[in-house]
């Protein structure tokens, strides 16, 4: 059996006197994506900070790729491979779309992120607006360039949080497809999402959470099946 990409266990996370998750399990294997669903303030985003070391305290087990980091620092903890796409996007106003792409160091033990040419041809738009400042981008277009950005990195267990948020329905079948072409690449994935349209098709496995539990979880082949149980826990 080969060692999960990702293996959380008994995770508790605390925001200052705030205690956010409680005893939180999640195994990811390398290859797969899998989605984290939930209502707003159920503990996703907090998960996926938890796994960087950017929240308070953390008690509990995290292994990535093997490799045990709940005592590591943010930037060792990238190192082992793990590239973050925050809500928030972070693109660099000041910076051009290429310079936004160019700023990251490498991580991972390859360290072999993909090329600007290989980006370009996975978002052309990057291509066409590549030297235009962050500020002047389109959401969809920040959003495409947050995502690439880690992938220059040669990050290979993926973490992005809402990706789809807010975004014309013609970019986010763009970054489903990135999604389908990245598995094929043998990327991990690990997926907070809302839009649980965007996220049924691609996930192979799914988490739901509630009050920063782990309440459900199934394979992709059960998602019919739990429909009912996934309409009173989310309301989709």
Not at 189 to 197: A, H, K, L, S, Y
Request: with cysteine.
């Amino acid at each position: 059996m080969s060692t999960p990409a990702l293996e959380i266990s008994g995770l508790n996370a605390w925001y200052g006197e705030s205690h956010i998750l409680h005893g939180v399990d999640i195994s990811v294997n390398k290859g797969e994506v899998v989605t984290i669903l939930g209502r707003n303030g159920a503990g996703r985003t907090t998960t996926m900070r938890a796994i960087l070391g950017l929240t308070g305290a953390r008690t509990g087990s995290i292994r990535i790729h093997g490799t045990e980091s709940i005592d590591m620092q943010t930037f060792k903890i990238a190192h082992l491979g793990v590239g973050y796409c925050p809500e928030e996007r972070g693109i660099f106003a000041s910076l051009s779309c290429e310079e936004n792409l160019l700023l990251p160091p490498p991580v991972g033990a390859a360290g072999g992120g993909m090329s600007l040419a290989e980006i370009y041809e996975m978002f052309p738009n990057l291509l066409e607006r590549r030297h235009s400042p962050g500020t002047r981008l389109s959401g969809g277009e920040q959003q495409m360039l947050a995502v690439a950005r880690i992938l220059r990195t040669g990050a290979n267990l993926l973490l992005l949080d809402e990706i789809s948020e807010g975004l014309a329905p013609v970019i986010v079948q763009t970054l489903a497809r990135m999604i389908k072409m990245l598995k094929t690449k043998g990327y991990t994935i690990v997926m907070v999402e809302q839009n649980f349209r965007f996220a049924a098709p691609l996930a192979d496995r799914f988490y739901v959470m509630e009050h920063g539990q782990i309440v459900e979880h199934f394979p992709a082949s059960e998602l019919a099946s739990k429909q009912q149980v996934l309409n009173e826990l989310l309301g989709v």
